[in-house]
């Protein structure tokens, strides 16, 4: 037994001897003459020499059916379904029966007995050895003494559904068999006391493979479960084997005569005596004493060590129910193996500082990543005080995810542990958990240890995910001066701000930052070059202007990448030109030609381009002494100005500041600011151009000749013809009344008599014909007014004679009925109800009537307009406000009269006197 004292031996089952449940002081016992069991479904069952089947319940109530005459040799419990298949005797003689029981039904309160039939497959007598049934139900293969195996093929609950055939023969006992199941595969693997075969059960022909020439003894092979590949194990006197379906697996050196092989939930339950009998020729020739102790093992072959070691006096079996062991023996007791939980054997493994076995042990147990990372961290910290400070950071490297990084990092700090602590940074970012201040840290750990290849090998990793923070790894480079470095992450990554901060704050590169500017997409090129584009403008000013040009026209980012893209996309990128203008501050001449180019280009460029280039032309203009270049720069400027793409005030102020006289008149001019340039004129007392100003523009503003005879009014100098010239065009088209010319001419020592004699004689004959006029329709209209009351007293006093002989509506001879009006019309009363609209009124003098009735209702509502008008502005306080008011209302729009009929001047008259009330209320507030 020396081979596996190398293991380590562990106690992780606790031994109990199963009590009573009526009388718990008293040991539970079993029923005598136990021949055979299993478990399974929920139940230990037994077999007896009697031929009863017991079943052991959780509780340990024990049940009871007579299932042979004469006894129980095997028993096969399924764990997939509520099937029990048995093999006894009911005769004497070799002659076993196979019965096939269900446990879900019952048969006079016994189980449902679904098949029986007998196990030797002819009249050979021979014992059965062993028993294995498939859980598909689908086959079960019985094991004989004298080296046979039959196959039942087919429903086993069912005698005609299944079919019985031999498989196996051979000179040996059969000393175990069991079923093996991959996939669509299945095996049977059989062992005897010399060799261990495989078949294949899935293949017609059922094919068969030799595994080993090394057999067992009865009840020493076990099939392990899926964990283990559920390979076939087999324990000999030296070794224990594992077996796969066409080869031999792995070996344990185990020695020790084998008793019992079982595998349960993992372990490897092996049963060893000490004393071996001297006879070992035949079958059963190994058989112990009652004195004989029996070594129970439990073995962890995954993780190689012992789980639990302990004697016992003769064993029965080995069963697994209800998440325990129970061993049952000879004298009827039954003892329970309890498995620790996981944390308690893991503080075991602990205590002894076997966290390699800790660790393979909570893997094997399928702890979660909480609990191995827990592990990890406790080897890790006994390791740190042991020294070992590299196999420490490799265990805390495992807990990454779990465990706070913080921990670690602060164990590790110290400048000798400089190294340590790099590689577990390094595995932090690997694993995509680092933060900012694990980046900083790191690259701070590359530039202390001045370790550049390692530095250049995190920064240009080749891996397709970025581990770590870009931007902080940027910063940290540049502030320990790699620029170099920190200009590569920051161009792969596409960090195109601090690519640029870096080449032209740092390194001063400003050639490289204009080409990777022209190289970047729209937005980013433009956001850039506002940054940027004085600081280029300084330093690269050709270039600098070439790249604004073309962002604010058509921008195609230059190199292949930024070409092709150009290709796919037919959209036009163009920036707005005139946020640019601000880079230009200190380089005029670039930006005249920038300008130039974009309105020559685009003419529909902003306003605020042609307003920057018009200011730069004027200064050009003011400075040039050259008369020939002036001239030409005056054409440029004025080019400007009639393009209707300034704004007019800016352009205004802009000719104003440089006392560019041409632009001034012509803004003037464009603007229909004709005071504005008579002003300009007579501030630069240029007579003629006044007068020619009024001439060009009086037709427009009819006051302009008036300020023209203000002006020359107060000239001392002689200005005669000027003040000729401009009576002459008042007085023709009757701009000012004569009393004003006079009041006006009166400033002026000069002007004489002389001057004003012709407009004077003029306008007074003009007034006397006006006034013989007047006369002469005051009298027609007396002589009208008295002819029209002479016909009303005559109509109210005299009786009217209606002598009509004809209809005026048909020209028909009146008959009766007929209406007659006063006014001598007389109408066929058909004829008057067809066209009259009114009873009242006669239809031939109604048009006439309803003119003269809607002027005299104008009349009257202007004169209550005017009364209205007078009261409001002599009461207001803004005399202004009012004479606007009644302007937007349109109350002096002249009225347009059809006809002249009699008191057509009474309307006249009002209008002239609303109109005269504003203008003496306009002068008395100003």
């Known amino acids: 037994m020396a081979a596996f004292l190398q293991w380590r031996k562990f106690v992780f089952f606790h031994k109990d001897a199963v009590k009573d449940p009526v009388e718990n002081v008293k040991d539970f016992v079993l029923p005598t003459g136990m021949s055979a069991c299993d478990s399974g479904r929920g139940h230990i069952v037994l077999g007896d020499m009697e031929g009863k089947i017991w079943f052991v319940t959780r509780s340990l109530q024990l049940t009871s059916f007579q299932a042979y005459k004469l006894r129980v040799t095997h028993l096969y419990q399924l764990k997939q379904h509520s099937i029990l298949v048995s093999v006894g005797q009911d005769e004497h003689g070799i002659n076993p029966l196979v019965k096939v029981w269900n446990l879900d039904k019952k048969d006079s309160g016994n189980p449902l007995c679904t098949r029986i039939f007998p196990a030797i497959p002819g009249n050979k007598p021979t014992e059965v050895s062993c028993l294995c049934v498939h859980e598909n139900l689908n ?95 087999v324990a000999g006197d030296e070794c224990v084997y594992l077996y796969q379906p066409d080869e031999r697996g792995s070996c ?41 102790k029996q070594l129970l093992t439990i073995y962890d072959l995954d993780n190689k060590f012992i789980a639990y070691s302990a004697a016992f ?39 002894k500082n076997l966290f390699v ?127 170099s470095s920190a ?176 632009g001034v008149l012509y803004l003037y001019e464009k603007g229909k600011l004709y005071q504005q340039i008579m002003h300009y004129h007579m501030q630069n007392e240029e007579y003629s151009k006044v007068v020619d100003a009024c001439k060009r523009f009086g037709k427009h503003e009819g006051c302009l000749w008036e300020q023209a005879l203000g002006y020359f009014a107060r000239k001392e100098e002689d200005c005669k013809a000027y003040i000729s010239e401009v009576l002459h065009h008042i007085d023709q088209h009757n701009l000012m009344p004569p009393l004003l010319v006079v009041q006006t001419l009166a400033h002026n020592s000069t002007a004489t008599l002389s001057v004003i004699k012709d407009y004077l004689i003029n306008k007074l004959q003009r007034e006397s014909q006006q006034i013989e006029s007047d006369e002469s329709k005051i009298c027609q209209y007396r002589e009208e007014t008295t002819h029209l009351r002479c016909e009303i007293q005559e109509l109210k006093t005299s009786a009217k004679i209606f002598q009509k002989t004809k209809c005026n509506m048909c020209n028909s001879p009146l008959e009766l009925p007929s209406v007659h009006f006063l006014c001598s019309h007389s109408f066929h009363q058909h004829c008057f109800e067809s ?73 006249g008259s009002l209008e002239m006197n609303l109109q005269r009330d504003l203008l003496i209320s306009t002068k008395r507030n100003c």
């Open 357 to 483: 076995m800790a660790i393979n042990l909570a893997k094997s147990q399928h702890l979660d990543s909480d609990g191995l990372s827990e592990i990890f961290r406790q080897y890790g910290d006994h390791l740190y005080l042991k020294g070992d400070h590299d196999g420490a950071i490799q265990q805390y490297i495992r807990t990454i995810g779990k465990l706070e990084p913080s921990y670690v990092i602060r164990k590790f700090l110290d400048a000798q542990r400089i190294h340590n602590l790099t590689a577990y940074l390094q595995a932090l970012h690997r694993q995509s958990l680092a933060n900012a201040d694990h980046t900083t840290l790191l690259l701070n750990c590359y530039t202390k240890l001045k370790d550049s290849s390692k530095l250049e090998e995190f920064i240009k990793s080749n891996e397709s995910e970025v581990h770590f923070d870009v931007e902080i790894a940027i910063k940290v480079l540049r502030q320990a001066g790699y620029h």
């Open 313 to 351: 006096d003769d064993v029965i079996d080995v069963v697994a129910e209800w998440g325990s062991f129970y061993i049952l023996t000879r004298d009827g007791k039954m003892f329970v193996l309890q498995e620790k939980d996981t944390q308690t054997k893991l503080e075991m493994l602990f205590k």
């Open 252 to 292: 344990f050196a185990f020695d020790g005569h084998k008793l019992l092989v079982h595998w349960h939930r993992g372990y490897l339950f092996l049963l060893i005596k000490d004393t071996v009998s001297p006879n070992k020729s035949g079958f059963g020739s190994r058989e112990s004493s009652s004195s004989d």
């Open 487 to 662: 200009v590569f992450l920051a161009e792969k990554h596409m960090h195109h701000e601090w690519y640029l901060k870096i080449q032209l704050e740092d390194l001063k590169n400003y050639q490289e930052g204009l080409r990777y500017i022209g190289r970047l997409p729209f937005e980013q090129a433009e956001s850039n070059m506002k940054r940027y584009g004085k600081t280029l403008l300084h330093h690269v000013p050709e270039g600098t202007t070439v790249l604004l040009k073309g962002l604010c026209t058509d921008y195609r980012p230059s190199g292949d990448k930024g070409e092709k893209d150009t290709r796919k996309n037919s959209q036009v990128f163009k920036a707005n030109s005139e946020e640019f203008i601000p880079v230009f501050a200190n380089n005029p001449r670039e930006l005249k030609a920038f300008l130039e180019h974009m309105i020559e280009v685009d003419p529909g460029s902003s306003r605020g381009v042609y307003d920057t280039l018009l200011e730069l032309r004027l200064q050009n203009w003011a400075h040039e002494q050259d008369p020939e270049r002036k001239k030409v720069l005056q054409g440029d400027a004025l080019s400007l100005l009639r393009s209707d793409n300034t704004v007019f005030d800016k352009a205004l102020v802009l000719c104003q500041m440089h006392n560019f006289k041409e």
């Open 835 to 907: 066209y009259a609209e009114s009873e009242a009124e006669c239809p031939t003098c109604m048009p006439d009537n309803r003119k003269v009735m809607d002027m005299l209702r104008v009349q009257d509502q202007k004169r209550d307009l005017h009364d209205h008008f007078n009261r409001q502005l002599s009461s207001s306080h803004d005399g202004f406000s009012v004479v606007a008011d009644y302007f937007g209302r349109g109350v002096f729009n002249k009225l347009t009269l059809v006809t002249d009929p009699p008191g057509s001047k009474a309307l």
């Open 139 to 233: 086959f079960m293969a019985i094991g004989f003494t004298d080296g046979s195996v039959v196959l039942t093929k087919g429903d086993i609950t069912r005698d005609r559904h299944s079919k019985i055939l031999t498989l196996h023969e051979g000179p040996c006992p059969i000393t175990g068999l069991a079923f093996r199941q991959s996939e669509k595969v299945t095996h049977l693997f059989v062992a005897t006391l010399e060799k261990v075969y495989s078949y294949t059960l899935s293949i017609k022909e059922y094919p068969r493979m030799e595994l080993d020439t090394h057999g067992c003894a009865l009840r020493c092979s076990s099939l392990a479960d899926p964990s283990q590949d559920s390979q076939f194990i």
